[in-house]
């Protein structure tokens, strides 16, 4: 039973343009939410998290916005660089305090 | 720092071996984590600590074993190796929340032939 899924296995974007990448998760109590990136041979890093009392997040070029009731959150890239060319991880948790993980997008920035 | 160390990079085990994947951390952080990443699985957890003496199972225990004697270190363990636990590992820690941002090892690639 995947509770969180990352329906697009890959996403290939233009330098400069906006990457969007999804997510969307089952259980409700769900309470908060991270985006993992990771490169080849390395260690997810993380990116970007949002609390479910908020529906946005701004850092730098990155943006992740939650919609409770679509159970669907989003991690916004903008623009687009090609060192972002990476896989990116969604993560949720709940009350029982432990991430669960998406099976993860992977985005590359052409030139 | 450091961060988080893990050894070794790369093991290659025969089923019925048993070894212990390494794991370290200098930033005096209370929870330390292992997980699994396998294809189109994303990262699944194995075992947790939220301190030391005090460890629990995650989502894909069985098989593997771990002890946490101090803040730094957290071992896993696997048992008796099957082709099943061909895996990349990778070792995490946190000084909030478990579940708050969390700082990966680099993994180790172990395949059990």
Redesign the interface.
């Known amino acids: 039973d995947q509770q969180?899924k990352q329906n697009s296995p890959s996403l290939s974007v233009q330098e400069g343009r906006i990457s969007i990448l999804n997510c969307d998760y089952t259980n409700s109590m769900f309470d908060?939410f991270?985006w993992?990136k990771k490169y080849p041979?390395?260690?997810?890093?993380?990116l970007i998290?949002i609390s479910s009392i908020k529906d946005k997040n701004e850092d730098g070029r990155f943006t992740v916005f939650l919609n409770k009731s679509a159970k669907h959150l989003s991690l916004h890239i903008v623009p687009s660089q090609p060192g972002d060319s990476a896989v990116y991880?969604c993560?949720a948790?709940g009350a029982a305090?432990?991430?669960?993980?998406?099976?993860?997008t992977r985005l590359q920035v052409t030139l | 720092n450091a961060g988080v160390t893990q050894t070794p990079k790369f093991q290659v085990l025969k089923t019925g071996q048993s070894m212990t994947l390494q794991c370290a951390q200098d930033m005096n952080h209370e929870y330390m984590s292992w997980y699994r990443q396998d294809p189109g699985m994303g990262l699944r957890l194995i075992h947790y600590s939220v301190g030391a003496g005090i460890t629990d199972q995650g989502e894909v225990p069985n098989g593997y074993n771990v002890s946490r004697s101090t803040t730094e270190d957290f071992p896993l363990r696997l048992l008796s190796a099957a082709p099943s636990q061909t895996s990349v590992y990778f070792c995490a820690s946190s000084g909030k929340r478990l579940t708050y941002e969390q700082y990966f090892g680099p993994g180790t690639r172990l395949t059990v032939t």
Do not use: D, N, Q
């Not at chain 1, 041979?41 to 993380?46: H, K, L, R």
């Open positions: 969180v908060y991270l993992y041979a390395e260690g997810p890093t993380f998290s991880f993560a948790s305090s432990k991430l669960t993980f998406g099976t993860g």
